[in-house]
């Protein structure tokens, strides 16, 4: 490193040149926060973990998803079953981790969607207010109004019907049902979100100098309010996909959502109902599973939550 000369001001005193301290970007600062919560980081890696395991699961298992073996029904755990067999023989190991791809690909595909739709409607409405403003937010307002439980009753008739079709077209329509359910009943509060968020940016100086500067409405909305708004987004997204996952269970073990062959984690409790006392752990294995996935998106949301307040003491 090269030395600084020292230099002398007009009244002979000597001082050495000092370099300002280099600024810390806000991302930098929100990963510093991040870092620092107790559970999140440990979350991540049960998150990361469950995805890489469930999605490597044709490979890691030695038994295929529906591999049947009526002579090692009920087995307890055996070098050869980890976790013991169901009632039809097969692996409940490999259920799990299949089981596992379906209710984190109904979870994040749902959210995503949900995402995309609030972040639209929202931005929209709060950007050009007036008439588009009213029509979307009182629509929004009339589907928070609206009974969800009774209105997925009303679904599972449809998803019913659909599944009559599931031979014919040779795919398992009850995981498309089961996403636009969920999103369908899940865009609302991402609007609300970015709704409130856009109307308090729309009035700043950066807004009023692209609007002076010719730009249009979208591309306002995409390169400086959406942007300036990933905050409340990122937090959303993240609590979205732990209640997604509870959500498809709920509606699984109800009978509405994944239905059999294809495992859910849902479904599997749902067929573990008839032998609870006799097998227990039927029940045990997938409730764990959702336990600690929907755990560990909570730890990351509230870390989230906490990291991005712009509010937050810098440190």
């Known amino acids: 490193m090269v030395e600084m000369p020292q230099a002398a001001n007009e009244c002979g005193y000597e001082y050495l040149p ?29 998150i990361v973990a469950f995805v890489i395991v469930a999605g490597l699961a044709p490979w890691i298992s030695p038994y295929e998803r529906d591999q049947i073996d009526l002579l090692s029904m009920f087995a307890g755990p055996t070098p050869a079953h980890w976790l013991g ?4 023989g097969r692996d409940v190991l490999t259920r799990l981790l299949y089981a596992g791809q379906i209710s984190l690909l109904v979870s994040i595909t749902s959210t995503l969607l949900s995402i995309i739709v609030g972040v639209a409607v929202g931005a929209v409405a709060g950007y050009y207010r007036g008439a588009v403003e009213a029509i979307l937010m009182r629509f929004t307002d009339l589907m928070l109004t609206l009974p969800t439980l009774p209105l997925l009753l009303v679904f599972s008739k449809m998803l019913r019907d659909f ?40 009035e700043r100086e950066f807004v009023e100098a692209a609007i ?23 937090v959303a997204a993240t609590l979205g996909l732990g209640s997604r996952i509870v959500a498809e269970a709920a509606l699984s073990f109800l009978g509405l959502g994944i239905t059999l062959p294809t495992p859910s984690w849902g479904n599997m409790l749902t067929g573990a109902q008839a032998y609870m006392w006799r097998n227990p752990w039927l029940a045990l294995y997938p409730g764990l599973c ?26």
């Not at 995409?222 to 409340?232: D, E, G, I, T, V």
């Not at 996935?293 to 440190?315: E, Q, T």
């Open 18 to 46: 000092t370099s300002a301290p280099r600024p810390t970007g806000q991302w930098r600062l929100c990963w510093g926060r991040f870092r620092r919560h107790m559970l999140a980081p440990a979350g991540a890696v049960v």
């Open 85 to 88: 067999t169901d009632e039809l």
């Open 163 to 202: 599944l009559a079709l599931q031979q014919t077209l040779g795919s398992n329509l009850s995981i498309l049902v089961i996403v636009g359910v969920l999103t369908f009943f899940g865009w609302m509060t991402v609007a609300r979100l970015v709704y409130g968020s856009v109307l308090s940016l729309r």
């Open 212 to 234: 002076a500067a010719g730009a249009s409405g979208r591309s306002i909305i995409l390169r400086h309010l959406l942007p300036n708004s990933l905050a409340p987004i990122i």
């Open 290 to 315: 959702i336990f600690v996935v929907v755990l560990a998106f909570n730890f990351i949301g509230d870390a989230l939550r906490d990291a991005l307040d712009p509010h937050a003491k810098i440190s």
